[in-house]
């Protein structure tokens, strides 16, 4: 059967990351056996990996970027028109900006747009734009970069080269010159500071206040089956509303980190689990408290907003993904699975927010965006066209 091993076990994928802990955590905590489960978590290679699994059965649903879905619906990073359900939100916040060490090394500081701005231009005009790396075209990490490097005053499609790299070889791809930054999630970022061959110069919390970051999304014919999707996705949220327990996160990073899951130092994921970041470069420390990276924040985290997918589409106009103007709402209907989650928060008496749709604020630039109005909101930006 579609999304099984061999023994019947369910097949979750996940990609070494900090923020797979609800999908990995849900297992070693017991909270698939609790809803009758039992779930095999598989390692992916990457992104692409992930999508084709999801689209081809391999698995049954994925700790996944929220911005893969609509890369695929709209062929950006995947065939068009194919919708992957999106059943709920994993976290806000916690990736990150990694600039070289050897390029920006006391050039830029933390938070300084200006000085990224000018250090990567001034790169551009010697004869030598800088390349830097996301994980998937059209993904999180993708748009965090674009939007940082426009935030700085940088177009990402004219002043530099933007590659893909899966996020466990980012490190090493910096470390052999082959980016000059790249956005990623932890612990990714925490480990370039580590070994010295980069420096944190924004948390993306720091670029877009609780912003979505992973989701749980499913393979279209297992999420038709509704009960045994109900269940993982109570189990998942479960282990979310206990990943936001100090106590809980210093457990999962020691068992994430091991070689099955991320393999990376436990003490490099706990700490930025914290929100303790050792930012590298000699900028010092930064403690995020409120706003670090977050699975549950009392359900706020995980309702899956259609403003979120708007907000991505716009985005993708932008930068030039998508040329006319799609139907927005249309596109968000079918991708976010609210009745879905509705069901499932219920169940565990989690709330629900009532704001979808409301303007989305916390944006580095101080621009505000309204979902109801995605192209006047689009237009903000094009007045400050680069």
Request: hydrophobic share 40%.
């Amino acid at each position: 059967m579609r999304g099984r091993a061999q023994g019947g076990k369910l097949k979750v994928g996940f990609i070494s990351l900090t923020d797979a802990a609800p999908v990995i955590m849900a297992g070693e905590w017991g909270l698939y056996k609790k809803y009758d489960l039992e779930v095999e978590v598989t390692k992916e290679a990457s992104w692409a990996t992930t999508r084709d699994h999801l689209l081809n059965g391999e698995i049954a649903a994925a700790h996944c970027l929220f911005g893969l879905p609509i890369s695929v619906y709209l062929g950006v990073g995947g065939p068009a028109g194919r919708a992957l359900p999106i059943g709920m939100i994993l976290n806000n916040n916690g990736q990150g900006i990694t600039l070289s060490q050897q390029d920006f090394g006391g050039k830029v500081g933390f938070r300084d747009l200006e000085g990224a701005g000018k250090a990567i231009l001034a790169k551009k005009a010697e004869g030598r734009p800088l390349t830097f790396a996301m994980t998937f075209p059209g993904g999180t990490h993708d748009m965090w970069l674009r939007y940082w490097l426009g935030a700085c005053g940088v177009n990402p499609v004219k002043d530099v080269k933007i590659i893909t790299i899966p996020p466990p070889q980012m490190v090493a791809n910096m470390s052999v010159g082959n980016m000059d930054g790249y956005c990623v999630g932890e612990p990714w970022n925490g480990v370039a500071v580590r070994q010295g061959i980069g420096f944190t110069t924004a948390a993306t919390q720091d670029i877009w206040k609780h912003h979505p970051e992973k989701a749980l999304v499913f393979n279209p014919d297992f999420f038709r089956r509704r009960g045994e999707a109900k269940a993982l996705a109570k189990a998942v949220l479960e282990a979310c509303k206990l990943l936001d327990q100090p106590a809980a996160r210093r457990e999962a990073a020691k068992v994430i980190a091991q070689r099955p899951y991320v393999n990376a130092p436990s003490e490099v994921i706990d700490a930025r689990l914290q929100g303790v970041y050792e930012l590298g470069g000699g900028l010092g420390r930064k403690n995020y408290t409120d706003d670090m990276m977050l699975f549950h924040r009392g359900g706020q985290t995980n309702f899956p907003r259609k403003a979120y997918v708007i907000w991505f589409v716009a985005q993708y106009r932008r930068w030039g993904f998508i040329k006319e103007a799609p139907d927005y709402e249309k596109i968000a209907e079918a991708l976010v699975q609210q009745d879905f989650y509705l069901e499932v928060a219920r169940d565990l008496k989690i709330s629900v927010p009532n704001d979808d749709m409301t303007p989305l604020t916390g944006f580095i630039d101080g621009v505000t965006f309204d979902p109801k109005n995605p192209e006047a909101s689009l237009a903000r930006y094009r007045m400050r066209e680069l």
